[in-house]
């Protein structure tokens, strides 16, 4: 990792879905943390900026295109509580508890959950393609959002 030094790293997962296990029985939090700081923190050492994208919520099986076409006059049918479908992200957990200024996380949770409550559906458009990926006419809708987020984290 050392070896190369790129400008810009961008880093996505699916952190909150994900397990990782050192061994030590610490919590998922501090394990991340951990191991976030060890790898990205060399990169941020020579001088590269990385931006990590939180999480996208998850369906929890309802927020599916499943769930639409069978509450296709309903979709709030479709819909879940915030509090359960955006839980904390451990990478963007982990790069706040790192504070170290050349590592940023971009959050366009508020366009998935913009009030308590996370929609399968957000301007007629499809949110989800499945039970875990968002759907590509969605994501496109959000290419501007994500280049000025990218812009203020950046600058920031």
Known sequence: MNRERPNTVFLATFAAGETIDDGTG?????????????????????????????????????STPECLSLNSSNPLACANDKAKALPL????????????????VIDLSDRFCPDDTCYAA??????????????????RSLVP????????????
């Open 145 to 156: 959002l994500l280049a000025e987020r990218f812009e203020a984290a950046r600058a920031g």
């Open 89 to 104: 992200d451990p990478l963007a957990e982990a790069v706040h508890a790192m504070d170290e200024p050349g590592a940023k």
């Open 26 to 62: 610490r919590s998922q939090l501090e394990q991340y943390g951990e191991a976030f700081r060890e790898r990205v923190g060399q990169w941020t050492a020579n001088g590269t900026r990385v931006y990590v994208i939180r999480d996208t919520p998850l369906t929890l099986n309802r």
């Open 122 to 139: 957000i301007g007629g458009l499809s949110v989800f393609f499945d039970t875990d990926h968002v759907a590509r006419s969605y994501i």
